[in-house]
């Protein structure tokens, strides 16, 4: 293999990944960008400033290769939404997915007769995160604007126009978009109708092993690079994290916990949840990527470190933690801070501590928000088997697989052995593994077993299993006791604002 470069653009910084020829990692860089949230509902980002990222993240790493790259392959986060103008200049900041601004667009669409047929034909939740939903909300509140867009294009698309001047989108971003339809692999009339674009006004689609030729001259010159090097188009950062940490075969999961989290298994071919909850993204041929995002990860342990540590290190936190047993002394927490996406689909979600009592400490109220942290993935688990079978192993990646506190709670919750692979940035080695493909320098996506490193085994602690099991079935039922109140007490203080 030549070294390859994988860059990740993800939500809240570019990482961008030096391998080399053995696949090893040879170096690293990772550069962050503000996110604007000054409006209710409100979540953008600079383009420009995703930009600069990665070719910062790119100048620092590459003059490290010791022998020339063979390409650079992108990876990023999915959802995103850019307007550009004739001249493919930003008209918007980013949309991400994040911003939950198209809630009542998003509502509309769900109301419409045509609305499960849609989920059908795209595989993607009709949800305020997709660029559908933001797209119809954008037609009701700034016509103008939408009128003026030449191009409707996400992030990655952007930087790589920006790169080399070519507009495209690979099929598993498109996928993301509520725009895609999976069985034609191409855009979908119905849903360009409700988004009211047209196809003209969208990248050009590539599979994801796609190469772009051309890097503009004053960046090859600066980085000392062949213009001919092929860029990558790549995939989007869940379906690539999975490849990076080897959980492409039947029965492996993926758990995700960064900021958010997902669940994400794959198979050989599409499948649909009957009822419209989970998602169905295009990896590569025959590898599609079944699944469901939670808003709530990371994020809630931050709030946690923030509302009653005074900003204590995480590793204080959880070690707190650790020495309260599983069950947190009889509390539980729903942990829906952010709304929620998987399992309730519901924007208006809330977050709740039950079972408080005086004799409850700061310990039992962090160990709590990570056992519910866990205990949603469990619920979006279980609808992913549903469609796919058992888990025989879950891939652990993100932040929470750096603490033992949260990996054997998370073993405990699920059940199931959970494997923490050496691999670092699994969707830059993801985006890697995919350029190597599509070099024909490996023979499929398989490879990246010979790459993830080693593996630590967590086993499930029987004891712990048996409490969760116990409780499981009570923070489902108070799930469910607190769906029908989530609108109620939105509508309360919407009324009361």
Request: aromatic share 8%; proline share 6%.
């Amino acid at each position: 293999m030549q070294p390859m470069l994988g860059v990740d653009i993800g939500t809240t910084s570019t990482k961008v990944v030096l391998y080399d020829a053995n696949g090893q990692v040879a170096a690293s860089a990772n550069h962050g960008y503000p996110l604007y949230q000054d409006l209710p509902g409100m979540a953008e980002e600079e383009p420009a400033a995703i930009f600069k990222a990665v070719l910062t993240g790119i100048q620092a790493v590459l003059p490290q290769a010791k022998q020339p790259i063979g390409g650079i392959s992108f990876s990023a986060a999915m959802h995103s939404l850019i307007l550009l103008d004739d001249a493919h200049q930003p008209l918007t900041r980013m949309y991400t997915w994040a911003d939950n601004r198209a809630k009542a667009a998003a509502d509309r669409l769900r109301a419409l007769p045509q609305a499960h047929q849609l989920y059908l034909n795209t595989g993607t939740p009709l949800r305020p995160m997709t660029p559908l939903a933001k797209l119809a909300w954008l037609a009701e509140t700034k016509p103008n604007l939408l009128a003026k867009a030449r191009w409707v294009v996400d992030i990655k698309s952007y930087v790589i126009d920006q790169l080399t001047g070519q507009l495209v989108m690979d099929y598993s971003i498109a996928n993301a978009t509520g725009l895609f339809n999976l069985q034609h692999f191409d855009w979908d009339p119905l849903a360009l109708k409700l988004a009211h674009i047209q196809a003209e006004q969208l990248p050009r689609l590539v599979d994801t092993t796609a190469q772009v030729i051309g890097l503009k001259s004053a960046l090859a010159t600066k980085w000392q690079l062949n213009p001919q090097t092929p860029l990558i188009v790549g995939a989007s950062d869940g379906c690539l994290s999975n490849l990076g940490v080897n959980a492409i075969e039947p029965g492996v999961a993926a758990l995700t916990i960064g900021t958010s989290g997902a669940i994400r298994v794959v198979t050989d071919q599409p499948q649909l949840d009957p009822h419209g909850r989970l998602f169905c993204y295009y990896l590569a041929p025959h590898r599609w990527v079944i699944g469901g995002p939670v808003n709530n990860g990371g994020n809630v342990l931050k709030w946690v470190r923030d509302t009653f540590f005074d900003g204590a290190s995480y590793a204080t936190i959880t070690q707190l933690a650790s020495q309260v047993p599983a069950g947190s002394h009889g509390l539980l927490m729903h942990p829906y801070l952010n709304g929620e996406r998987a399992p309730l689909w519901n924007a208006d979600a809330r977050g709740a501590y039950f079972g408080l009592t005086a004799q409850h400490t700061r310990a039992d109220l962090s160990r709590a928000a990570l056992e519910g942290i866990g205990f949603n993935l469990v619920q979006v688990a279980k609808l992913v088997q549903q469609l796919t079978g058992p888990f025989k192993s879950l891939q652990a990646t993100g932040g929470f697989a750096n603490s033992a506190t949260w990996r054997q709670l998370l073993a405990d919750i699920f059940a199931t052995p959970l494997v923490i692979p050496d691999s670092f940035e699994s969707s830059c080695l993801g985006a890697a593994v995919l350029g190597w493909v599509s070099l024909d320098q490996v023979t499929d996506l398989t490879a990246v077993a010979q790459l993830v490193g080693h593996e630590q085994i967590v086993t499930p602690d029987s004891s712990a299993v048996a409490t969760y099991q116990r409780l499981y079935p009570l923070y489902q039922e108070l799930t469910t006791a607190y769906q029908p109140l989530f609108g109620k007490l939105a509508a309360l203080m919407t009324k009361k604002d």
